[in-house]
């Protein structure tokens, strides 16, 4: 029976460790700088103005941090927040298609949240949806969401997070991307 045990654990310890090296193994191939949003070269602006969302959408876009919401929420805590959005040059031409298209592996969307409409708002979260290689997440047509932190840079959550799932299961006709702020539709 000890044998047994010890044998479990060390099955155990070597699964974790296997799962490690490839959760480092993924991160590394993932960057995000959002100074870099602003290189038209690389980044499409989607919707000229930030575009309002709903205060439910608000709430579950993001990782669960109410702290990096207080001063906002302190001044209307029924405030629903503003996006823009931006699309890699991989993504651009499935964003701006007039008809919905699939997106390429590689394809970036990121959404910058601020708490107000105005010049200058800082924001509060950034989220990010990339196309990844057939069968990551097959049942959201291989994508991978990530939220960083209000510097642009910390990532607080990356995967298959339930939260964002959740959202964008919902829109398999439209390749799970919400393009309700795109001009032309």
Known sequence: M???????????????ALAGIATRATNNDFSFDATELKDTK????????????????DLLCGMPNAKAYEPYRKENPHAASFITVYVNNTGRD???????????QGSMIVKEKIGT???GSKPLVYTIMRKREPGFNPDLGDWEFAVVGPNG????????LANCQSCHKPKRDSDFVFR?????N
Not at 2 to 16: D, M
Not at 42 to 57: G, L
């Open 94 to 104: 499935a964003m701006f298609a007039k008809e919905v298209q699939t997106f390429p």
């Open 180 to 184: 309700s702020y795109v001009k032309s």
């Open 2 to 16: 000890p044998k047994r045990r010890i044998l479990f654990f060390l099955a155990a310890v070597v699964a974790v």
């Open 42 to 57: 690389v980044w499409n602006k989607v919707n000229a103005e930030p575009y309002r969302i709903s205060v439910a959408v």
């Open 153 to 160: 840079k910390d990532i607080q959550g990356r995967g298959k």
């Open 117 to 119: 409409r105005f010049e």
